[in-house]
């Protein structure tokens, strides 16, 4: 998880809102509202899983190759971990 | 919303999975999961949404421009609202 | 091919500026340009592919769902030729 | 651009191939092939434009945080300049 507590939380508070948009769509589609308004929320949702995962991303290259007195063999296994992931991520 | 109860049932289906990833990702990081480990489990929810608005574009498509006897006028309307929904979420 | 001579040619415009882009991506990496600004012109590629798919996705749809006097049962069959393109392209 | 002359390769293999797409999608319209047919070569272009955004995206990350000698500050203002076009090319 991410090292620092601010970017813990900050990770969080993004989960929890993807959490209250599926359970506003839920709502939603259960009273009937109209499907052009539910693509739009869901078009939302979309969007903060995007935000979530660049943040993330982000929050683990810092952690991973930037923090502290590392090697280069060190950040060259840790890039070898993160790359499959930025290829699946960008299809 | 859909129309047919059982493309509504699919929907929500979806929904509440999306749900329950992101109950467990806020689990993943309280109990401080491996950042690779959380980062998958975002990419998930991330490709979820995006089966979710596919599965409602589709949906709505049929619906909309598909089902009944409709007038080339009144599609034409219709579509006209969808149009930017489809340039929005390709970005 | 896109039905109207002007839908044609939008799309046509869009092709070549996009290969336009790739003349110049090639000509930055032959003279050596900093790699800041070889990322910046590929996701300026990557962005008209994505303009590029919703346009010719919208006018697909206009041409096929919309336009003429057509039955349910025709649309339905051109829907799903069209469903399995949406489903892949939102991956 | 890279630095090793084997990742320059790649990517001007890449960009290059992304070209002769472009070209053959033109001669596509100008013969006015079917619409589907257009739809997929288009999104195989969509594709190579996100494969090839990985890879450069991998290539530089490599090349600034993990090749050769660095401290943590140098690391931390070459991350600075990648985070935002992480953000951006994840909407």
Redesign the interface.
Known sequence: ??HSPED?KR??TR??R??GQ??A??R???K?????A???Q??A???A?????????????????????TT?DQ??AR?A???H???????
């Open positions: 998880m991410p813990k990770i969080l989960v929890r993807i959490r599926t359970e769509l839920e939603a589609l259960e009937g509202d109209a499907c052009i539910i693509l739009q869901i078009a949702v979309r969007g899983a995007n935000g979530l995962m660049a943040e993330m991303m982000e929050i683990h290259l810092k952690d991973e190759l930037v923090a502290g007195e280069e950040r060259a890039m971990e993160v790359a992931l930025i290829r699946s991520y960008l299809k």
